[in-house]
Structure formats: structure tokens, C-alpha cells
């Protein structure tokens, strides 16, 4: 199976990398032998997901509910500070779940990832 391939990085490692940036998770959907393990494109996609709905929460709370609403602008700055937080949790999970060759699956998101790992 693909999975078993031999590449110059462990997949356990290539799993918790593709979690650091958008960017080594794109890297590693389109570049071989990555792109052939089903354990890495599940973490590659996961992280991509994730990166994308916490840009997309982010973007709303700083950019078009904070000035709308006068005077909530501090409440939205500690909201979207905790969010940060709690997404920093989350990708450390994810990170230490995929070094440790876990497929630690987040709610909705894991299953949308499975999906899109076995294509």
C-alpha cells in the first residue's frame, strides 16, 4: 500500500508538520511521496480546513463586527484573542496527535479530511 512508502521524513513527522502553516500542508498534497499517504493528506487536509475556518472566523470578528458595533470593539478584541488560544490548543493536539501516529480527528472537520485523504 502507499501508506508504506519510504520517504526522507517520517510520516508521523510529515503529519505534525503539514499542521505548522498552510504551506507545508499544500506542499505535501501535491508533493510525491507525501501526497501518496493517506495518513499525511488526512493531516494535510485537516490543517488546511482548520487554517481556513480560523481565518474565516478571525476575518468577521476583527473586520466587520468589531467596527460595526460602537463600543463592543474591546469585547471583540479579548473574543478573537481567546479564539486564537483555543486554535493554538487545538493545532498542538492535532501536532503531538499526528507524531505519535494518531489520526486524532476534530469534530465535522476529521470527517471532511478523511474524505478528501482517501481521494
Known amino acids: 500500500m502507499a501508506d508504506n512508502l519510504k520517504t526522507s521524513v517520517s510520516d508521523n513527522a510529515a503529519g505534525a508538520v ?13 508533493l510525491p511521496p507525501y501526497n501518496k499517504s493517506s495518513y499525511i493528506r488526512f493531516h494535510a487536509w485537516q490543517s488546511i480546513i482548520l487554517d481556513i475556518l480560523l481565518g474565516l472566523i ?11 458595533l460602537m463600543g463592543a470593539g474591546p469585547f471583540f478584541f479579548t473574543l478573537t484573542q481567546l479564539i486564537w488560544g ?11 496527535g499526528a507524531l505519535s ?3 486524532f480527528r476534530l469534530p465535522l472537520i476529521g470527517a471532511v479530511a478523511e474524505r478528501l485523504a482517501r481521494q
Open 18 to 30: 503539514a499542521y505548522i502553516t498552510l504551506f507545508p500542508a499544500l506542499i505535501f498534497l501535491f
Open 58 to 68: 478571525i476575518l468577521v470578528l476583527d473586520y466587520m463586527l468589531a467596527p460595526s
Open 86 to 96: 483555543l486554535w493554538i490548543l487545538v493545532w498542538v493536539l492535532c501536532a503531538v
Open 101 to 103: 501516529g494518531r489520526r
